[in-house]
Every structure is written in structure tokens, then in C-alpha cells.
């Protein structure tokens, strides 16, 4: 099972040390061909090995979220004056100003589009069942039905299979990982953007049990990595603007808030925006960015706000503060008392278990889908095959429910009547003949008697299952709306069996199909603090808050101890090296020596330039980082630690040939400045690209300048808890372990403290894989 129960805590530096060679990977990013055949990597690793869950991926690099403090960065530093760094602080503002806008923007485009293909769509076929319904021949209408949801899906499922693969599912779980500090290969691309706006739109006009709140997070995501950098590596354009923001560190500053506005946009919930960003996100924080975060957010939802209100034609009401708004709950009928808090406990436990069996159920088809749908014709014909179900599942409930309602005003967007008298439509239609967003507030709002019993039963049952088995298809979208809708259906049920079995009045539907709701999203996704706020902000009561904590809380215990979270569950599968907030809680046995990869390459503080670019282009050892040590002109003297310097450091240093014309002569061909490594960040050519003539090989390079002359470092003796705190603290993707004579011993990396993790039978330790 590629799985080591750790028996002998020395064991593990020798079984693995072929794999720990190649263990520490970096964040180069090579040219496009390069990053091409990286991206097809998910799509050929099923021919390769059998998917194992107890293996960890090499092909994830690091991101780098310390910066490298060499002469050149400490010099720009002491250059900055007062005004200067106040100018910097305020390009901050500007730039957190800017991501609130643009996302805010992208959620009205993509809202608007929904709303207008949706209304076509069920507008014609609700006219063909009409027609057809006098005549009969409804099967026509089953056809046409299907046909659209297919044909719009296949569109959206074969942008993402063929062009972007990354845009599929919500994305929620790689922006967790880029945070986490993992590079997952094109994430926060443009054309990545592109074509998640573009699937998740005809995702949901194609009918799929999904939503468009979760994908809006990925793209906020997107939109602040690309307007941070003040250019397009895709479009192949610099703008010459923000150019310090060029790195790792103040890269993911703003992705955390590119995501909180998303989920600001999606919900109208800034603060839950926040607090998102903080829970399932952001593993660095300040005070100063919480305040930047949070000014994103609120410009997010008031662009959204603002456009959409413009576009209904009130353009002083702004009563649209996300794409999905619940609606207010401040009647008094809404109102709970304390005897209400068991029953809502209660409704907490049955979310949690719901939620465990649909990941665990999602679990086993992601396996069978990474195993043997992973062509992108076939992703393809599973997305169509989904939709085309998912109109027939919906066309046969609403044919063969017999729960007639009297019309109400408008209340109801797409009234089918079916087989129902004058004045009447069919119940079943409201639940699948709508978007989800709409079903979902039609469970929340509408007066109790509204929905028979039956009807909602046999709802919750086939959303459930055609849920499950949407989520993680080649197309765009979330699964939020999807886990509401579910949660509001068997609460709303909920409310009205205990009204039954009481007949008190108090038991009001909409008030459990809201606790529903949230015991569900939180017994699939397992959120708890962010969820609690954004079901409030979305709710427009705060009276609520403590009711719905309650429900998330026991939803959160009840599912974790079956197994893990949705997104977790994800990131496990993808075989990513992900580390969470603690080391193991048995893993004090263990100390930096059998963590540590060995053996690590060094370089002298003057190298030759041959030996360098062959340490580069060994195809053997994918090394990223190189400890520096002093020259060892007297064999006696101790190669102690002098400095750290990256792979991508020296790349740049090949591109620029700065070599010591002869190694007795300190002339440097040309001084390079920060600059000049911020323009080659992220995408740095592959050395293969770089010429280097056989008299420019015997030239020497001085690092003294360019590498980072206090890297962090651990003692040998160092347990692996400590290592794993400073590690994951300081966002670090090298810690360099040296002996007490402060001679390098060995490398920690990434990979090195994820391959640990607690199992059913104690430690175990994951086996590392090329996959």
C-alpha cells in the first residue's frame, strides 16, 4: 500500500532517500511548453501507477513566503524612506480598491448571463410543455429539455477538459493550496479566469445540480494575482506598475483577498469574506492585511450592489448585496425559543451524518473518475451524460407529482401547470424548474403548506444523489447552492413533520429549512466560523447566529468523525503535500535527522560556472534550493553555512552572465539589481534555454551578493513539531539542518513534514511519487 507504519524512527531517512533526492521541488515556473505538459500530468498519471491515496505528488513545488534578504534586497530597503514606504502602502489600498471592483464586476457579469440564457431556456420549454400538455406527446418536451441542458454542458465541459483543466469544480481547494503555500500549476492564470466565468455560466443555465457562489472565490482569486503584478505573462504585457509586489509573499497578501471578496460578492457577506480568508485560507496573517481584506470586500458587494441595481432599474435601491441574498427573515413567526436549540442540535447531528455520506459517496466516484475517466472526451461525455439525467430525473418527478398549489401573484418565476386545474401550478416544478439560487430562497420564504411532504422527500432524495455525483465533473462549479438546497428541503420537511407530530404553530418551515441549510453546507464542507457569519450576513438577522453556530458545530463533530471535509477530502485525493496547522500529535519521537532530505548539493560562496549548470540541468535531482559554504582553501577549515541561494537565483545570474571573468579578478561583467529578478518572477526559463559557452564554463560566480546569508536553519536534534511550527509559521520551502559545528547535515522541505500524517493505526508515513 506504498505505506510505512514508522517502527524505526531511523528507517526513513535511508529507505526514502532515492525519493528525497528528488523531494525538493521549487517554484520554477518554465516556459509554456513546459508548463503545458505539467498541467496534462493529472490526465496521464492514471496509465502510469494506480491512484494511491498513500502517496504524495512531486510534481506540486513550493511557493516560497520568505523573502531571500540579500545584499541587493537590503540595499532597496534602506533606499526607502518615509514617503516612499507610505507610497507602497497606499498602491496597497489602491491595488485591494481595484480586486473589489473587477470581482465585483465579474459576479454582475456572470449573474446577468445566468439570468437571461436561464429565462430563455426554461421560458421555451416551459411553452413546449404547455403546448404538449394539451396535445400530449410530452416526451418531446423531456427531448428538448435534455438537449439544451447537454449542449449547453458539453460547451462548458469541453472548455475546461481541453483548454484549462485547473478551472474545474469550484476551485476553493486550490486556493486553499496556493495559500497553504503550494504552487498548483496555472491556477491564478487569465485564461484560468476565462474559462471559469465562461463554464460556470453554462453550468448552471445547463441545469447541473450546482452553483455559481463557489467559483466566484477562484476567480477573486485570479483577479488580485493578476492585477497585484501590473501585467499578463499570458498576454505577454507589462504595465511597468507595482513592481515591488513582484513575489511570493505580497502575491498571496493579495490572493487572500481577491478570495474573501468572491465570497463577498457571492453572498453579500464582507465580513464572512474575512473570515473566510482567515479559516480555510490565509496561513499568514497581520493586522494590516485583515483591514485591506476587509475594504475588498465591502468594495466587492457594493460594486455588485451599485451595477445590479443600475441594471433592474432602481438605481437608488441597493438591494443586491450578493448573487444569491436569502431574502429577510424578521417576520415573527421566524422568531425561536430555548426549546428549540435540542431540536436544532439535533437537525445539526442528521447534517453532519448527510454530509459525511456524501462525501463518502463522493470520495469513491472522484477514485473511479481519477482511475478511469481521466480522457478529456470521456470527462466530456459524463458532463452531457450528468446533465441529460439530471432534465430526465427533473422532467419525471414533475410528471408524476400531483402536488397542485394555487398560483400566488408572481411568486413563482416558471408556474408549470402540467396536469393541474386553472389557477394552479405544479409544486415540483418550483424545486426543479428554477435555478438553484431561486429554489433555495422559494424553501426559505414561501408560507407554510406550500410544499406537500411526499414532494419534498423524493426532492431531497434525488438532488442528493445527482449532487454528489456533479461535483467533481470536468465543468466549473460550486457546491454550495447545491448543499443549501439539499439542507432546505429536509429542513423544511423537518419543520413540517414537527408540526405535525405537535401541531404547534411555532414550528414554522422556513425557519428549519434555514437550520436545514446550514447543517447540510456544514456537514459537507465543514466550515465553521465563516459559515456561521455568512449565513447571518445572507440572512439579514443576527438573531440567528447562535442557533446556526449550534448547528454548524455539531454538523462540524458529527461529519469529522466519520471522515474528512469535501475540500480536504479533494486536496488528499490530488496527492498534494498540503500541511496543516499542527504536526502530528505523536510525532515528538521524531526528530529533524530522519525528517531531513540527504543528500543535499552545496555550493562555494565562488563557484565555477560549469559546475553550476551542471548541478542545474541534472535531470536527477530537482533541487530548488542550494546551502552555500565557505571555500574550502584549507582542507582542515570547516565547510560551515554561509548562506541559502534558489535555483531561480541562479538562472537569472546565467541569463545576465555574471561571472568573474577570471578567478583571480573581481570584476563583475554587469551589476544586477532587484529588479531584474522581479522582471523573470514567476515564469523563469528552464536552463535548457540558457547558452553557456565552454570558456564561459571555466569562469567563476560570486553568490555573495545574491544569495540569503541568514537563512533559517534547525539542529539536527530539533523534534519534528518544532520543525513543523517554524516551518509553517514562517511559510518557509527550505530550512536547512545543520550539526553543531554548523556544517550542513540535510534539507527540509515541504514534502519532508507532509509525508507525515496521523492514521487509524497511529503515524504513518506516505511514500513519495513522481505522479
Not at 442528493?464 to 438546497?485: D, E, K, M, N, R
Amino acid at each position: 500500500m506504498f505505506m510505512h507504519l514508522i517502527n524505526f524512527p531511523f528507517s526513513s531517512q535511508f529507505t526514502h532517500s532515492s525519493f528525497l533526492r528528488i523531494g525538493q521541488l521549487s517554484n520554477v515556473d518554465l516556459d509554456d511548453d513546459a508548463d503545458e505538459l505539467e498541467t496534462e500530468v493529472p490526465h496521464q498519471f492514471p496509465n502510469e501507477i494506480p491512484h494511491n491515496e498513500k502517496l504524495l505528488s512531486l510534481k506540486y513545488e513550493s511557493l516560497d513566503y520568505d523573502n531571500s534578504e540579500n545584499q541587493l534586497f537590503l540595499e532597496e530597503e534602506r533606499r526607502i524612506n518615509h514617503a516612499a514606504f507610505q507610497t507602497v502602502e497606499i498602491k496597497r489600498w489602491v491595488i485591494c480598491g481595484m480586486i473589489g471592483i473587477l470581482t465585483g464586476l465579474v459576479a454582475c457579469f456572470i449573474d446577468i448571463v445566468v439570468e437571461k440564457l436561464a429565462g430563455l431556456k426554461y421560458k421555451v420549454v416551459k411553452d413546449n410543455i404547455d403546448k404538449f400538455t394539451e396535445k400530449g406527446g410530452l416526451s418531446f418536451s423531456l427531448l428538448l429539455w435534455a438537449t439544451l441542458n447537454s449542449s449547453m454542458v458539453m460547451v462548458g465541459s469541453i472548455i475546461v477538459a481541453f483548454i484549462e483543466p485547473v478551472a474545474a469544480g469550484s476551485g476553493i481547494p486550490q486556493i486553499k493550496c496556493y495559500l497553504n503555500g503550494v504552487k498548483i500549476p496555472h491556477v491564478v492564470r487569465l485564461k484560468t479566469l476565462m474559462v471559469k466565468v465562461c463554464g460556470v455560466i453554462l453550468s448552471v443555465v445547463g441545469g447541473l445540480a450546482v452553483g455559481k457562489e463557489g467559483p466566484m472565490i477562484h476567480s477573486g482569486a485570479v483577479i488580485a494575482a493578476g492585477i497585484s503584478q501590473g501585467r499578463s505573462t499570458s498576454l505577454k504585457r507589462d504595465f511597468k506598475i507595482f513592481e515591488y509586489f513582484r513575489r511570493d509573499t505580497e502575491k498571496r497578501d493579495f490572493v487572500s483577498a481577491g478570495a474573501a471578496a468572491g465570497v463577498s460578492a457571492a453572498f453579500g457577506a464582507p465580513v464572512g469574506g474575512v473570515l473566510f480568508s482567515l479559516e480555510e485560507g490565509a496561513s499568514f496573517w497581520n493586522q494590516f492585511l485583515t483591514w485591506r481584506i476587509f475594504f475588498a470586500s465591502m468594495i466587492s458587494t457594493f460594486t455588485l450592489n451599485s451595477v445590479l441595481s443600475v441594471y433592474h432599474g432602481n438605481a437608488w435601491d441597493l438591494s443586491n448585496p450578493g448573487l444569491i441574498n436569502f431574502g429577510r427573515f424578521d417576520n415573527e413567526k421566524m422568531e425561536y425559543t430555548i426549546q428549540e436549540i435540542p431540536i436544532f442540535i439535533v437537525m445539526g447531528v442528521v447534517g453532519g451524518i448527510l454530509g459525511a455520506m456524501f462525501n463518502a459517496l463522493n470520495y469513491w466516484l472522484t477514485m473511479f473518475r481519477i482511475r478511469y475517466i481521466h480522457r478529456p472526451c470521456l470527462q466530456v461525455v459524463e458532463a452531457m451524460l450528468v446533465a441529460a439525467v439530471t432534465a430526465a430525473v427533473g422532467f419525471v418527478m414533475i410528471y408524476c407529482s400531483r402536488d397542485c398549489q394555487p398560483l400566488q401573484g408572481n411568486a413563482v418565476a416558471y408556474p408549470l401547470q402540467l396536469f393541474c386545474a386553472d389557477g394552479e401550478y405544479n409544486s415540483m416544478a418550483t424545486a426543479f424548474f428554477n435555478t438553484p439560487e431561486k429554489s433555495v430562497v422559494s424553501l426559505f420564504h414561501d408560507p407554510p403548506g406550500t410544499y406537500n411532504p411526499m414532494t419534498l422527500g423524493m426532492f431531497t432524495l434525488m438532488y442528493f444523489f445527482l449532487a454528489c455525483w456533479t461535483y467533481g465533473l470536468t465543468v466549473s462549479a460550486g457546491v454550495f447552492i447545491p448543499s443549501l438546497l439539499i439542507g432546505a428541503a429536509w429542513g423544511r420537511l423537518f419543520g413540517i413533520s414537527l408540526s405535525y407530530l405537535t401541531g404547534s404553530i411555532w414550528a414554522d418551515p422556513g425557519k428549519y429549512a434555514l437550520m436545514g441549510a446550514a447543517a447540510q453546507l456544514g456537514g459537507i464542507v465543514r466550515m465553521t466560523l465563516s459559515l456561521t457569519v455568512i449565513m447571518m450576513e445572507a440572512t439579514s438577522n443576527v438573531t440567528y447566529g447562535f442557533p446556526i453556530m449550534l448547528v454548524l458545530m455539531t454538523a462540524k463533530i458529527v461529519g469529522d468523525f466519520f471522515v474528512e471535509g469535501l475540500y480536504d477530502m479533494h486536496i488528499q485525493l490530488q496527492s498534494v503535500p498540503f500541511l496543516h496547522w499542527e504536526a502530528p500529535v505523536t510525532s515528538h519521537s521524531l526528530t529533524a535527522r530522519e525528517v531531513m532530505s540527504t543528500p543535499v548539493t552545496c555550493l562555494r560562496r565562488k563557484e565555477k560556472v560549469g559546475t553550476i549548470v551542471d548541478i542545474l540541468s541534472d535531470a536527477s535531482s530537482n533541487h530548488n534550493g542550494f546551502p552555500v559554504v565557505e571555500n574550502e582553501t584549507d582542507t582542515m577549515q570547516v565547510a560551515g553555512l554561509r548562506g541559502l541561494i534558489l535555483r531561480s537565483q541562479l538562472i537569472v545570474l546565467l541569463k545576465h552572465k555574471v561571472f568573474v571573468e577570471r578567478a583571480n579578478l573581481s570584476l563583475v561583467q554587469r551589476r544586477l539589481k532587484l529588479k531584474d529578478f522581479r522582471d523573470a518572477y514567476p515564469r523563469f526559463p528552464p536552463i535548457q534555454s540558457i547558452h553557456v559557452s565552454q570558456d564561459e564554463r571555466e569562469c567563476m560566480m560570486d553568490l555573495t551578493e545574491f544569495m540569503n546569508p541568514s537563512p533559517y536553519t534547525v539542529p539536527q536534534e530539533a523534534s519534528l513539531p518544532r520543525v513543523f511550527k517554524l516551518f509553517r509559521a514562517l511559510g518557509l520551502r527550505h530550512l536547512v539542518v545543520v550539526d553543531n559545528r554548523n556544517e550542513v547535515v540535510g534539507m527540509v522541505t515541504r514534502k519532508d513534514l507532509a509525508r507525515y500524517r496521523l492514521g487509524k493505526e497511529g503515524l504513518e508515513e506516505l511514500s513519495l511519487a513522481q505522479t
